[in-house]
């Protein structure tokens, strides 16, 4: 049987990979440039990159369970993959609006009451670092999710 340990590097490997290929090569230009405008259009273009995001997760950990002969109970799997798609969303309708100062979204405010205010002023990349900063912590999460349960 293949540890908790070596299901969860494993996992984190291709959930990470998986993530900049889902992030980068696979998303849409519109739907980047849109899943952070208020209303309907963002939320839609918004929940089609996680859609996408999150099959490209999904191929990645199951080809790497397979490849791998990790034995990852399917069950655990989903709840990864679920845990990884909701939280790239929560982040992801910030996309272009970190540099509101006014009400914006519960990312940027959030990240304005950690402390980063100043930066995110300062810094047209720091909304982007933050934004994969949150995205790569969550999926370090959801390897330890995926890796909870084996066959």
């Known amino acids: 049987m293949t540890s908790k340990a070596v299901r969860a590097t494993a996992a984190y490997a291709?959930?990470?990979?998986?993530?900049?290929?889902?992030?980068?090569?696979?998303?849409?230009?519109?739907?980047s440039v849109a899943k952070g405008r208020h209303g309907a259009?963002?939320?839609?273009?918004?929940?089609?990159?996680?859609?996408t995001y999150t099959?490209?997760?999904?191929?990645?950990?199951?080809?790497?369970?397979?490849?791998?002969?990790?034995?990852?109970?399917w069950r655990w799997a989903a709840a990864a993959v679920t845990v990884s798609a909701v939280t790239h969303y929560i982040a992801d309708r910030s996309?272009?609006?970190?540099?509101?100062?006014?009400?914006s979204t519960r990312m940027v405010r959030f990240?304005?009451?950690?402390?980063?205010?100043?930066w995110l002023e300062r810094d047209p990349g720091a909304g982007p670092l933050m934004d994969q900063a949150w995205h790569k912590g969550?999926?370090?999460?959801?390897?330890?999710?995926?890796?909870?349960?084996?066959?």
């Open 111 to 118: 990240a304005r009451r950690a402390g980063h205010a100043n």
């Open 55 to 73: 099959a490209t997760q999904t191929i990645a950990l199951a080809a790497a369970d397979r490849a791998l002969g990790l034995r990852l109970d």
């Open 14 to 31: 291709a959930l990470n990979a998986a993530h900049e290929v889902g992030d980068y090569w696979i998303q849409q230009d519109s739907d």
């Open 95 to 103: 996309g272009g609006r970190w540099g509101e100062t006014g009400p």
């Open 138 to 151: 969550w999926i370090a999460v959801a390897a330890v999710v995926a890796a909870g349960g084996g066959r």
């Open 41 to 51: 259009e963002g939320r839609a273009a918004c929940a089609r990159h996680v859609a």
